[in-house]
T-cell receptor
């Protein structure tokens, strides 16, 4: 049982480079999310998708983009990485529909360091 | 604004009981979640409260008071494996989660 798979697990990146964090789920969940987690702060929502073909902006979307071409995949792209994007990134999914909050299932996280 | 407050760190003894408090302010309210996160790992779901009262699930219980904007997580018969961060999150009127910074629980033998 895979659940949610994120890749890479860890990455060091030079500032200005483009980077895509991959996220795949095999639970056929409608909703998917990208969060970043920084020391001393709560999880902050970057982007979300309530269903395939739709995406929305979260609390901290600047510098990030997402796509949801199908149910399973929800990649997060940093077009031109900056040091403030150094963080641990978590992808999550939920069986919830648009107007319901269900339990979130998280991937193992991607630790990104931008130098 | 929207805000979740919880203590930064707590220490407890193996076998004892600990209560982790959380106060919330959200635009609308659609429930309160607790997640457990071991160091270096992903958060995992513990509980969800949307009505006032206590929900018991084995050694863990969660309480909600909507009138007070308050919740707590109660952990009984503490085990060393309970050493983790406990994240409180409130769902707002748009069903988006607002997360607290987490409470790091240290269990001592």
């Amino acid at each position: 049982i895979a659940g949610i798979t994120q890749a890479p697990t860890s990455q060091i990146l030079a500032a200005g480079r483009r980077m895509t964090l991959r996220c795949t789920q095999d639970m056929r969940h409608n909703a998917m999310y990208w969060y970043r987690q920084d020391l001393g702060l709560g999880l902050r929502l970057i982007h979300y998708s309530n269903t395939a073909g739709t995406t929305g902006k979260g609390e901290v979307p600047d510098g990030y983009s997402v796509s949801r071409a199908n149910t399973d995949d929800f990649p997060l792209t940093l077009a031109s990485a900056v040091p403030s994007q150094t963080s641990v990134y978590f992808c999550a999914s939920s069986p919830a529909s648009e107007m319901n909050t269900g339990e979130l299932f998280f991937g193992e996280g991607s630790r990104l360091t931008v130098l | 604004g929207q805000n979740i407050d919880q203590p930064t760190e707590m220490t407890a003894t193996e076998g004892a009981i600990v209560q982790i408090n959380c106060t919330y302010q959200t635009s609308g309210f659609n429930g309160l979640f607790w997640y457990q996160q071991h160091a270096g790992e992903a958060p995992t779901f513990l509980s969800y409260n949307v009505l006032d009262g206590l929900e018991e699930k084995g050694r863990f219980s969660s309480f909600l008071s909507r009138s007070k904007g308050y919740s707590y997580l109660l952990l009984k018969e503490l085990q060393m494996k309970d050493s983790a961060s406990y994240l409180c999150a409130g769902a707002d009127s748009n069903y988006q989660l607002i997360w607290g910074a987490g409470t790091k629980l240290i269990i001592k033998p």
